[in-house]
């Protein structure tokens, strides 16, 4: 006796079947799986409507001879899990970290999934972006996947730490600036440029400077 099958295609269906198929031994034939009651069979024979699990399916010959044989019948999952919530794209202010949200997936027929992720970091004109992706996996090596992309961005200007106020020389000393002081929590080297306007007086003339300091962003502050 030979014994063939098909497994379950889901876990808890009953779409599993056993064909048994004989032609030793003097007919007529009867058959019967574990310990059901014995059943008049032709060979080939079919049981349907298994579920997964083990089986033994015994065939009695007419001289009451018998020969006995176990199979077992699998759950097929051939289906990925599905992604309950996946986090939206957001953007957080400089300089704030990227944290990201927690995405939700489910499976029928597995109930604890091995989740993963991988973040990549795109370099942008302004700062940059993260992009993390998850995989969900199953036993049966089934996957889905879901991505969040935070930007964080700078659209906060540098700060004046200290500008050097007005003050008055007498001739025929020339104007020496003093050097005021910016920050900026996203950029440690700020672009700092100046210019100078000078304005004819009654007597002499005054000289104003104009300190810009700028970040990468295009954010700027003056002095």
């Not at 008055?168 to 005021?180: A, G, N």
């Not at 910016?182 to 007086?201: G, M, N, Q, V, W």
Request: with cysteine; charged share 25%.
């Amino acid at each position: 006796m030979t014994l063939a099958h098909t497994d379950v295609s889901c876990k808890g269906e009953n779409d599993g079947t056993i064909t048994a198929t004989f032609n030793a031994g003097t007919s007529p034939y009867q058959i019967k799986l574990n310990a059901s009651a014995y059943v008049a069979a032709t060979s080939p024979h079919t049981f349907v409507g298994l579920t997964a699990g083990t089986y033994t399916v015994t065939v009695k010959d007419g001289k009451d001879c018998e020969i006995t044989k176990t199979i077992e019948i699998l759950t097929i999952d051939d289906s990925p899990p599905v992604v309950v919530y996946c986090p939206p794209a957001k953007t957080v202010e400089c300089p704030a970290s990227p944290v990201f949200d927690t995405p939700k997936f489910s499976d029928e027929d597995d109930d604890q999934l091995t989740i993963t992720y991988d973040d990549d970091t795109l370099k942008l004109a302004c700062l940059y972006s993260v992009t993390r992706t998850w995989i969900a996996k199953d036993d049966c090596g089934n996957y889905a996947t879901c991505k969040q992309t935070i930007t964080v961005v700078d659209t906060e200007a540098p700060k004046v730490v200290y500008c050097p106020p007005a003050k008055t020389v007498e001739c025929p000393y020339k104007p020496v600036f003093d050097t005021p002081k910016f920050a900026d929590d996203c950029d440690a080297y700020l672009d700092i440029k100046y210019d100078d306007d000078t304005l004819k007086l009654a007597c002499l003339y005054s000289v104003t400077r104009t300190w810009i300091a700028k970040d990468d962003c295009g954010n700027y502050a003056t002095c």
